[in-house]
């Protein structure tokens, strides 16, 4: 009784091994990341191509994170209208 408890366990974690090997594996394939089509997954559009003046800023979240924003002078002037684009894919900068 105990060896076919045993060959049970064995043959559950293999199995829950090759699952998560197989996550890993397909993870661009099942997650939906968004790239325009013929463009590297880089994101090299800033709004320096769209000639629009700007400046590269850090914002710190409340839990320590950096977030990377444009801040995007339309109006010289400007003193502020902040449109926030939150990106829903994990990059590491």
């Known amino acids: 009784m105990g060896s076919y408890l045993a060959a049970l366990l064995y043959v559950v974690c293999a199995v829950a091994a090759a699952a998560l090997a197989l996550l890993v594996a397909f993870q ?3 997650v939906y990341v968004p790239v ?6 880089s994101y090299p559009i800033t709004p320096s191509r769209l000639r629009l003046p700007y400046e590269d800023i850090w914002l710190h979240a409340a839990d320590g994170v950096r977030l990377h924003a444009w801040f995007i002078k339309i109006i010289p002037d400007c003193s502020g209208l902040l449109i926030s684009r939150f990106i829903t894919h994990f990059l590491r900068v």
Request: no cysteine; hydrophobic share 35%; net charge positive.
């Open 36 to 41: 325009l089509p013929g463009l590297s997954k």
């Open 28 to 30: 661009e394939r099942l």
